[in-house]
């Protein structure tokens, strides 16, 4: 016999906080009531499973690929931090393995990173040395992951000693044609200014960083609807890669004027109606489970929806449901309200995933 749950509570969402009462048979949101129900929460606030719109499940502290036992704890961390939904922004392990496991975070796939030699993390990227064959690489990728397809967009390029462009504007616009015709949108890695134009103008779906973005790009970005991940968490190491970089004292320059100006460059593109999405950008130099410490900063930037933006709107942009009858039953219960304090989204009191309760 199926087990069912009832929750009662504050039901967070874009219509602010309504009251609800929940339930769950065989893993999915019912009509109720339901006799004999267990009451999982009362009296609580009932979000919509969290979603990490920037992850890597499969890379490892030192930022190279790991085995896929450690994936696995990597994807339960981020559940027990009540992360339901993952979007996974490239990794070099094949994580299929872990997807439709019952016990884990939905994982959406983007493949691999497309790079050039030396224009990344050793090891990470599917590397291109032709910048002609972008287009092709692009093809396999967005055939080899779940709809999404993530470019290496800039990095430092040791000539210049500073950030610089990687592909020709072009030839951009022609992978980007590719994938959206093979059903796939694409996301770029982009730290400074330079590379932003040609991404944006070629119809590229996201941004993930973005922390060079001007005023006229960000209208451009949102005239066109061109989603912003941030990973502010993730910004906070440009010191540290500063300190690291003696050889390129531009390019460190540029790196920590960046980091000055990213919480201002969030808030702006969020006042001008640019999509905004929290993602921590965990693996390699971020732990796993961090999704509270983005909302935080997210909030702290001034994104007025930041819970939102790791829940029920991150949830209608990667196209899954948040709390509607039939849909898997994703729920995270806190005790105090994490609009006014996000603080309350460190302390989940139960994490429900495809109805399957977890006391983290």
């Not at 979603?51 to 961390?77: F, K, N, R």
């Not at 339901?84 to 922004?89: G, S, T």
């Not at 950030?163 to 044609?177: G, N, S």
């Not at 770029?188 to 001007?214: M, N, S």
Request: hydrophobic residues 45%.
């Amino acid at each position: 016999m199926s087990e069912s749950y009832r929750l009662l509570g504050t039901l967070l969402g874009p219509e602010g906080g309504l009251p609800a009462e929940l339930f769950v048979v065989d893993g999915a949101f019912v009509d109720g009531p339901v006799p004999g129900a267990r009451t999982l929460a009362d009296g609580a606030f009932l979000v919509p499973g969290l979603v990490d719109a920037h992850c890597h499940v499969g890379i490892g502290p030192g930022g190279g690929a790991v085995p896929l036992g450690e994936a696995d704890v990597q994807a339960q961390t981020d559940r027990d931090a009540g992360t339901l939904l993952i979007r996974d922004c490239g990794s070099p392990v094949d994580t299929r393995p872990l997807q439709g496991r019952p016990d884990l975070p939905e994982i959406i796939r983007a493949g691999r990173h497309i790079g050039r030699p030396k224009r990344y993390i050793p090891g990470l990227a599917r590397e291109v040395d032709d910048p002609a064959l972008l287009p092709d690489a692009v093809r396999e990728q967005a055939r080899a992951g779940d709809g999404w397809v993530k470019l290496v967009g800039d990095w430092i390029h040791r000539e210049v000693g500073d950030l610089a462009p990687v592909w020709p504007d072009d030839v951009l616009a022609a992978a980007i044609d590719v994938a959206h015709a093979e059903g796939a949108r694409v996301t770029a890695h982009v730290f400074g200014t330079d590379a932003l134009p040609g991404l944006i103008g070629a119809g590229i779906d996201c941004i993930e960083h973005g922390t060079g973005l001007t005023d006229d790009l960000i209208a451009e970005m949102a005239r066109r609807g061109t989603a912003l991940v941030p990973t502010l968490i993730n910004i906070e190491n440009f010191p540290g890669i500063a300190d690291s970089a003696r050889r390129f004292p531009t390019y460190a320059a540029h790196m920590r004027e960046l980091h000055a100006g990213a919480r201002d460059v969030v808030r702006r593109a969020a006042e001008a109606g640019v999509p905004v999405y929290a993602g921590t950008d965990a693996g390699g130099g971020i732990r796993h489970g961090r999704i509270a410490d983005e909302v935080a900063a997210l909030h702290a930037a001034g994104v007025p929806d930041a819970l939102g933006a790791a829940s029920w709107a991150a949830r209608a942009w990667l196209g899954r449901p948040a709390v509607e009858l039939g849909a898997p039953a994703d729920l995270v219960v806190y005790r105090d309200d994490p609009r006014t304090d996000p603080a309350a989204l460190r302390h989940p009191e139960l994490v429900l995933l495809r109805g399957r309760p977890y006391r983290p």
